[in-house]
């Protein structure tokens, strides 16, 4: 009996036990349920997002030809690589026009059925009718505006604009370095960063906005003239005169719009020139004058804005008038109509909210146009800087430079950058495989004019210049220069970190290369102490702005570091140690004779001492080299050298 009772009493337990289970299972299915559910549904919709912003890859294209220098072939350079997007573009606002349009005509034909049927038949006559309207609603409609949202904000805002832009710095960062040099960086900054959105823009809104008001109101005058062609003529004239009214205004407000974008990039240009060169502002105490100088900017700004406010004001007040007008003019007629018998109630309902959705739409349309035409006047005026024809491209059959000795030879070198007078007259000058030579002569004399023309930074006006026997205007310029190190007196350091400069003289090396190559530099005393202003250290440590956290003579050995590192064979030093103090040049000099081993070497500076234990000098002056030969030849013969070296050793005292 007791075992009996104790069987009871478990298979009891054991029944609650899995009752108990099964319940928080189910309880457990319906939270699962309630978790996987909306996982699942926020998974479907990221899928649907990934689909759309998948469409177009800004930076997949890198294109070799250049944009073109005219307005709509220029439009057509970037919406062609996108045409697919844009096609899809237009036939879902085709689709949104008409949906549009069904709405007031949905609501005539509900007037209509419910004043001449029977309330008690209603539904059951007429039901389809109804659910077809309201699925249309319901679901084709949000289906279509879905479709549209998700073309425009998933793939073409951020797709298009973003494709423009990278193209566009392809192509300026491409630009010889004269380019550069004629402008504000700001400015070409601002429209590169500018063109992309606003050519993206006029091109959305002139797809959606521009066939949508045809679509529509071609629609809604064919709607209106199949009850009554009466009814029909209002809205037919209002399109003429609305027609008339934009090729009046919008070539206008086109001119203007770029006049604005000009000012613009003239005000931007100013202020980051003065940003860049805000030490200079400092030392020479002129904030008031720069203020003076952006104020008048401003003001000429403001002005051009004005103008181009003004025409936007009359235009909308024209607008707003005309609308007023076909309103009353539908309405009276309608109703006129109406009191004749020609039409009936349904018609009168359906034609006063068609043309109030006109109305609506030709504002709509109006603040597109002057949209579209602000954006194209943005993109005529970066149209300046980007649809400029790359100069000194490499030539077709341009083939990689190899160095196999280092000898350099320039021949007959002429150049003066477009001037008359001209800079170098005739240079003629060799330079033996692994050759340390030093270019020396008063300022102005056209050394560092020689040296840019060997990196190809212009274009020789006559001669030539050989390396290892290969024309440097035959190679590619980027095998060229990868060939040639070259430290500059004005080091200029990007704003990255020490690791990041560094290795810029070759992207592929190591952490111990980097390290090797500073410490060579002399660098690791002072960047062992670095932090920056987010708590990175060492050579994680960011430098600034053109590396103006660092000092001169800093921002020269992470120069010195970064070309260490490069290891190229041919060795330029354009007053490489100026601005480093005297012990620490020491020590560097000796590093730099052991990097000039084995390599040719053409070095500047008007510290004649930094040089005076070259293998030979080259002294220049007046764009013609006047003397070579050794330190003691030189001074020897008692020529321009030795006067300079006089003034310099012994002139002071």
Do not use: C
Not at 50 to 78: C, D, N, Q, V
Not at 84 to 90: P, Q, T
């Amino acid at each position: 009996m007791r075992v009996a009772r104790i069987l009871r009493r478990d298979k009891g337990r054991l029944g609650h036990t899995a009752k108990s289970a099964r319940n928080a299972f189910a309880s457990n299915t319906a939270l699962n349920r309630l978790m996987i559910r909306p996982l699942l549904e926020r998974a479907y919709a990221m899928s649907l997002f990934s689909f759309f912003e998948g469409l177009l890859k800004p930076t997949a294209i890198s294109p070799e030809a250049s944009p073109p220098t005219k307005l709509w072939p220029f439009y057509w350079f970037y919406a062609k690589q996108a045409k697919g997007l844009v096609g899809a573009l237009f036939i879902t606002g085709s689709a949104i026009a008409l949906l549009d349009l069904l709405v007031p005509v949905f609501f005539g034909r509900i007037v209509f059925l419910v004043s001449n049927a029977s309330p008690a038949t209603l539904l059951q006559d007429h039901g389809h009718e109804f659910l077809g309207m309201a699925a249309v609603q319901l679901f084709v409609r949000p289906l279509v505006f879905l479709s549209h949202n998700l073309l425009i904000n998933q793939a073409l805002v951020p797709g298009l604009t973003n494709l423009i832009r990278w193209q566009n710095h392809w192509h300026v960062v491409r630009q010889s370095w004269s380019f550069f040099q004629n402008d504000f960086a700001g400015r070409i900054a601002n429209r590169i960063l500018q063109t992309g959105p606003s050519l993206r823009e006029s091109v959305v809104a002139t797809t959606s906005a521009i066939w949508y008001v045809i679509i529509y109101g071609a629609s809604a005058v064919a709607v209106l003239a199949q009850s009554d062609t009466f009814l029909a003529l209002p809205v037919a004239i209002w399109f003429l005169i609305y027609i008339g009214i934009l090729r009046g205004f919008v070539p206008r407000m086109r001119e203007r719009s770029r006049a604005v974008s000009e000012m613009r990039s003239v005000l931007t240009g100013r202020i980051v020139d003065g940003y860049t060169n805000i030490l200079t502002v400092k030392l020479f105490a002129r904030a008031i004058d720069e203020d003076m100088y952006i104020r008048r900017t401003v003001d000429e700004h403001t002005e051009t804005f004005h103008r181009s406010q003004r025409l936007t004001t009359i235009f909308q007040s024209t607008l707003t008038f005309m609308n007023a007008v076909l309103v009353v003019a539908v309405a009276a007629t309608a109703m006129r109509m109406w009191t004749l018998g020609a039409i009936d109630v349904g018609t009168v309902a359906m034609a006063l909210p068609l043309t109030w959705q006109v109305v609506s739409m030709s504002g709509w349309v109006a603040q597109s146009v002057t949209s579209i035409f602000e954006n194209v006047g943005t993109v005529q005026d970066g149209m300046k800087s980007i649809a400029v024809p790359r100069q000194m491209l490499d030539s077709e059959d341009a083939k990689a430079l190899t160095v196999s000795a280092g000898a350099v030879r320039i021949e007959g070198a002429h150049f003066g950058y477009g001037t008359e007078r001209g800079v170098l007259h005739g240079i003629n000058l060799a330079i033996a495989p692994g050759e340390r030579i030093g270019l020396v002569g008063p300022s102005g004399a056209g050394k560092s004019t020689l040296v840019n023309l060997l990196l190809r930074f212009f274009e020789l006006e006559q001669g030539r210049i050989l390396i290892d026997g290969q024309d440097i205007a035959e190679v590619t310029q980027e095998s060229l220069r990868a060939n040639i190190a070259m430290v500059t007196q004005d080091t200029s350091l990007l704003h990255r970190s020490i690791r990041d400069n560094i290795r810029y003289g070759r992207p592929d090396a190591s952490d111990d290369e980097v390290r090797a190559a500073a410490t060579k530099a002399h660098a690791m005393d002072f960047i062992e102490t670095l932090e920056d202003w987010h708590g990175r250290r060492g050579f994680d440590a960011q430098v600034g702005e053109r590396g103006v956290k660092l000092s001169g003579g800093q921002r020269q050995r992470i120069a010195l570091a970064r070309v260490i590192l490069k290891n190229a064979p041919i060795l330029v030093l354009d007053e490489a140690t100026s601005a480093l103090d005297s012990e620490v040049e020491a020590a560097i000099q000796e590093q730099l004779g052991e990097l000039m081993e084995g390599r040719t070497v053409i070095a500047i500076a008007h510290r004649l001492s930094t040089i005076a234990r070259m293998d030979r000098l080259v002294v220049m002056d007046d764009g013609r080299v006047v003397e070579t030969g050794t330190h003691t030849q030189l001074l020897a013969a008692g020529g321009v050298y030795a006067r300079l070296w006089a003034h310099q050793s012994g002139g002071f005292a």
